[in-house]
Each structure stands twice: as C-alpha cells, then as structure tokens.
RNA sequence: UGACCGAUGGUGUAACGGUAGCACUGCAGAUUUUGGUUCUGCCUGUCCAGGUUCGAAUCCUGGUCGGUCAACCA
C-alpha cells in the first residue's frame, strides 16, 4: 500500500485530459483555485457501474484538488422520476465512499430561478412562446442535412410572450399546448441550435414540488443554469452531450453571465463486456423478469454488484485502472474481476465448501473417532488467528476432483492414486462403488496417519483436494453467478440483445460447508478453497443461509482442459 | 449525404517534437498443503497516403474507419 509506485513518483506525467485541463486552470487562477464538480444523475432508475465510473471520477477529482462535489438530482421530468430512485441513488453513493456537499441538490430548487432566468430571456427577445404540436416542431425542425423552417409564432412582441409564459404557469393552457422556445437559428447544422424547448406544459405530480408547476424546464434549459446557480467549475457529462455544448454556451452568453460561469467537459463512458449498460435495457432485464430486480447480482448496477460481493474499494480501484479519455471503449469483464480477487484475496476468509459431493470413505480411520484440526483462517493474512475444522471416517469432496480413467496431467484422485486433503491427510483410493446406473456413489480409501498436516513426512502428492466432515457439515444454499450474457457484445449484434441472454447465469445448489460460516451477516465474503470468492446474501435466513458467488478463483486447470478438447 | 468528436498490442490507457511505457488478458517457467496467491520471462501496437522537421504516435493536408446529433427524455 504505501510503496511508491511509478504512478505516484512521476504522476505529473500521465495525468488524464481532465486533470491537465483542471491543473491549467488552477495555475491560470481561473475559478480563483476552486474546484467544485457535480453529480447529475436523473432519478428515473438505479445506477450501474458506468454511473461509478462518472461518480469515483467526479469525487476523485474534487479529492484530488481539494475541491468538493455537490450531489444534485437532475429532476425535470416529474413523470419518471420518484423518490424510490433518489433514496436508492444516495445510498449507492455513499457506499461507494464518496461524501457529497451538503446538502443535496435538486434541479427542481431552482424551478423558480429559472423561470427568472427564461423571463429574462424572453425580454431579450431570445425566447418565443411556441403553439407548434411537436409533430410539426419536429418537421420543423429539418433534418442534420436540411435547415429547418422558423416557428410562424417566433416574432411576437415580448409583451405576448410575457403574458403567455406567465398564463402557461399559471396552469391555463392544456399539456402540449405551447411551449416555450429559445430564439437561436433554425439553420444551424446543429439540431441542438434549432430553436430548442425551454419549457413544456406537464399537469404532473412532481415527487419534490408537488402540484405547485405545471411548466417544466427541458434538460439543456436546467443543467447549465444549474451548474451555474451552484457554483461548478467543471461539469463533466459523456460524449453524447459534446453537441450539446454550444447552447450550454448559449444560455451562459445570452443570459449576460460573464462571471464564474460553469464550462462542459465529455468523457467517453464505460462500456463492460458481457453486459449492457443502458437504463432502458436494464430495466427490460428486470420488467421481463429475466432478473430479480434492479439488485440481482447478476445485474450490472451498484447494487447488482454489491449484493454479488463486489467491494466499494474494488470498484474503485477498476474505475481509477479504466481511465478517461474521449475514445469509445469497452472495457474486459476480466479486469473487474482481476480487482476483486485482488482484494478478496487478501481479506477474505477460508473456508472448506463440497458443492458437488460424492461420498469417501477412509476404510483404515476408526468408525465413531473425529479430529479437529488447526487451520489458519487466511494463510495471505499474517495475523490470521486459527480455527477448527473437524475430520472423521466419511466425507464429501468434490466430484470433479475424481476421476476412475484420468487424463494425463490430472493430479486428483483416481484408483491407485494419493492426493493430500487439504489440513489433514494424504490418502490413497483403493476402489469405488457405484450405483446401477454407473454413477460412482462411494470413494474407498486409506490415509496415512504419519501424512498429517504439520508432520514430517516425505511423502509428496501433486494433488490437494478440500473436502468437508459429512456429521459436521451443514447444508447451505449457493447461488451460482456467471455472466449475463453469452456474447462479448450484446448491443453490438444485428439481433436483439436478449437473443444472448445465458440460459446458464444462475445455477442453485446445495453445499456442504463448514460449521463456521452459519449465523454470519449478509455482505461478508469468503473464499470457497479452491472455487471462489462468496458472499452472504440478505436472503439468508436462520433456517438457511444463502451464498452468491461473486467470482472464481483463476482456474488453469480448466484452461488445459479447454485446450485439450 | 451535413456538422461535431475520435483512432496507439487482444482490451484499456500513457508518452505533449527526441528510446512507444503501464495494467489486464494470453503463453512459458519457478515456488506452492488452494491447478489459488506470489515471482520470472515472453508474445503482440502508433488506421492509410503525402507533407513539415536532423528527428513525427505527437504538427499540417487528404483519405479510411468508428461514434454522436433530427424527444415537449436526460
């Protein structure tokens, strides 16, 4: 932790466009050494992973330059959004780690600054009350190759708009009446320029205002003023809003704001492999029930990830290696899943679970005896304190990790071989039993009392095998987790992107595991030895507790398998 | 077909006119009571064509490819 690194000696010399831009601007004096960036997201849904990219950015560089990061709701549109969606959004915010600048903001606190602001406007004769249905705004408008033709109502008196604007507040025009234009130049060849919506009449219960507007300020009307009202030097946003810049800058002009004023930065957002990251997708994922909700860990949101056993330090830590630029990326699942073995690594505990069991039996072991033997919680942790873990006659180990006619380079058990079963013995397998229809139902062996862990002994195996006391395990639920999707990129095909749903991202089954782990709080994370890192998951119930997998441990064996097919 | 943005190994990201580096992945080996971890080594890259320059990933021109933009969404 505390080695310099190459990155921190000589960090001057890769710091990302936003850093440079930011360090610029902190040497020219610009925002008078102010850093304040912000947090935007519309409470219409959960967040997602590409959402704590733009969050441990956005806080990360306020951090770094001992600036700060308001946490403002972007909620203009009172039919989306919810209360639900801003409760879990904070929450997720404050997981991840980050402290936002109380207290929180909302887009709609300035509802009543803004309406200022568009009358302001409108005095300039910068803004026209528009009774265009949007089907002809939208023909209007033109196309990017074609200009668009002027509003027939863009030259009233400012007198008019005045009294229209304040008659559409009040309530008496119907919804999509009128609306309120800005004045800009309808032949633009950016879209964006071409006269666009201020304000849209929506009779709509407003989660935080209530019924007290029925006007509500587009997206391009609010944030900017917002930025500006709250004091932000640095508003980043992704790529899709880089058009939108000249009439971020257009409001700041025409509203006369030559001071302090905000500037708009875009970044190119996360894309991860074997998964989608649109709001609108996600929530098909979950409206169609080809997930449990919003946190089934299989889903690509925070608090997918959280209830799957990812840590807000590992997600960190991905987002920091991810990087910022301006260039479309999509980023390899494998790299997350190199951050949270990391992690789990170091902190997690060891425990011994059989998820696939087939019985063996030491023939030379006496029947009723049982051992505990000492083993070291986490051999990566050098204060690891010791627990038990109990021995006898009959145990389960893994099926795969036997095998009656092995290939070579297979270093577990099969007839006439020794392996070591991990803190305890080695064995040898002497014969097997099967059932009528072939299936092998018990294992015999004999063990070597003089083998046992900690002893001398200059036996050596190639094969170490982990394995549970059947009287002393105890029955657990796991949840099997693998990627969402079959395809690297799901958004990218020709076909629709549930065609790649993997039938075989969840698999529940029944572990047998050691008596440790029972009564252990939701959100703790243990390394299954030699299967993986799982977490206990809210549905663990006295009766029962339930594991998800968050990810494997790194399996070459499998990769020679592969290979050899 | 218009405007804007972008292009460095398989993936992501540095190098700011002077030795193309780092991480992940992959491969090979060492260590190992987890086929894990750790350690060592290796493979693979500047979109193309011109130009400027002693010198170009970097600057200029042209092309190619990719992305974004035509909600009263954000």
Same mark, same amino acid.
């Given at each position: ?374 083993? =070291? &919680?986490?051999?990566?942790?050098? +204060?690891?304190?010791?627990?038990? !873990?109990?021995?006898? *006659?009959?145990?389960?180990? %893994? /099926? ?106 969840? =698999? &529940?089954?029944?572990?047998?595991? +050691?008596?440790?782990?029972?009564? !252990?709080?939701?959100? *703790?994370?243990?390394?299954? %030895? /030699? ?35």
């Amino acid at each position: 932790m505390d080695k310099p690194t190459k990155d921190n000696t000589e960090n001057k010399a890769s710091l990302n466009f936003l850093e440079q831009i930011i360090e610029n601007d902190l040497k020219t004096d610009k925002h008078q050494g102010k850093v304040l960036t912000r947090f935007p997201p519309e409470p219409n849904g959960y967040l997602h992973i590409g959402h704590a990219k733009s969050i441990c950015l956005n806080f990360g560089l306020a951090q770094k330059y001992n600036g700060k990061t308001n946490l403002r709701f972007d909620d203009t549109n009172p039919t989306k959004e919810s209360t639900e969606y801003v409760d879990a959004i904070k929450e997720d915010v404050k997981w991840l780690g980050f402290q936002w600048e109380e207290p929180v903001m909302y887009a709609s606190d300035y509802f009543e600054k803004l309406y200022e602001f568009a009358v302001y406007l409108i005095k300039k004769g910068k803004a026209f009350v528009c009774e265009m249905s949007a089907e002809e705004m939208s023909k209007g408008r033109g196309t990017p190759q074609t200009p668009g033709v002027l509003s027939p109502w863009r030259d009233r008196s400012v007198e008019e708009n005045l009294e229209l604007f304040e008659k559409m507040r009040k309530g008496e025009f119907k919804e999509g009446a009128k609306v309120l234009r800005a004045k800009i130049d309808m032949t633009s060849p950016n879209m964006h320029m071409r006269d666009p919506v201020m304000y849209r009449i929506m009779h709509a219960h407003h989660h935080r205002t209530g019924d007290k507007w029925c006007i509500y300020p587009t997206y391009d009307w609010a944030h900017g003023q917002s930025d500006y009202i709250e004091g932000i030097t640095h508003s980043i946003c992704t790529l899709e809003f880089e058009v939108h810049r000249p009439l971020y800058e257009w409001f700041l002009d025409n509203l006369d704001i030559t001071e302090d004023r905000p500037r708009q930065y875009e970044f190119a957002r996360l894309n991860l492999s074997y998964t989608v990251m649109s709001k609108r997708k996600l929530l098909q994922l979950v409206e169609e029930n080809h997930v449990n909700g919003w946190d089934d860990p299989r889903m690509p949101t925070v608090s997918g990830m959280r209830r799957r056993g990812y840590t807000p330090s590992a997600i960190r830590a991905f987002a920091d290696r991810v990087g910022v630029a301006k260039r479309n990326n999509v980023i390899e699942l494998s790299l997350l899943e190199y951050f949270i073995r990391e992690e789990l690594n170091k902190k997690a505990s060891r425990v011994m679970t059989v998820l696939n069991p087939v019985k063996l039996i030491i023939d030379n072991y006496p029947d009723n005896k049982s051992e505990q033997l000492p083993v =070291k &919680v986490n051999p990566e942790d050098p +204060e690891s304190c010791y627990k038990m !873990v109990a021995f006898s *006659k009959e145990l389960y180990i %893994e /099926r795969e990790d036997f095998m009656e006619d092995p290939p070579k380079k297979y270093f577990r058990l099969s007839p006439g071989k020794e392996v070591r079963l991990k803190y305890a013995y080695i064995i040898r397998c002497d014969s097997v039993e099967k059932d009528d229809q072939g299936n092998i139902t018990e294992i015999h062996c004999t063990y070597f009392p003089e083998t046992k862990s900690g002893l001398p002994s200059d036996k050596k195996v190639k094969g170490t095998l982990h394995w549970v006391s059947i009287s002393h395990a105890e029955e657990v639920e796991v949840r099997l987790y693998d990627r969402l999707f079959t395809e690297p990129q799901p958004e990218n095909t020709e076909k629709d992107f549930k065609e790649f749903l993997n039938p075989d991202s969840l =698999k &529940v089954v029944t572990g047998y595991t +050691e008596p440790v782990v029972i009564g !252990v709080r939701p959100g *703790k994370s243990f390394q299954f %030895e /030699r299967l993986g890192y799982f977490v206990v998951d809210p549905d663990s119930t006295d009766e029962k507790m339930v594991f998800n997998r968050t990810v494997t441990l790194r399996d070459s064996w499998a990769k020679i398998e592969k290979n050899n097919q």
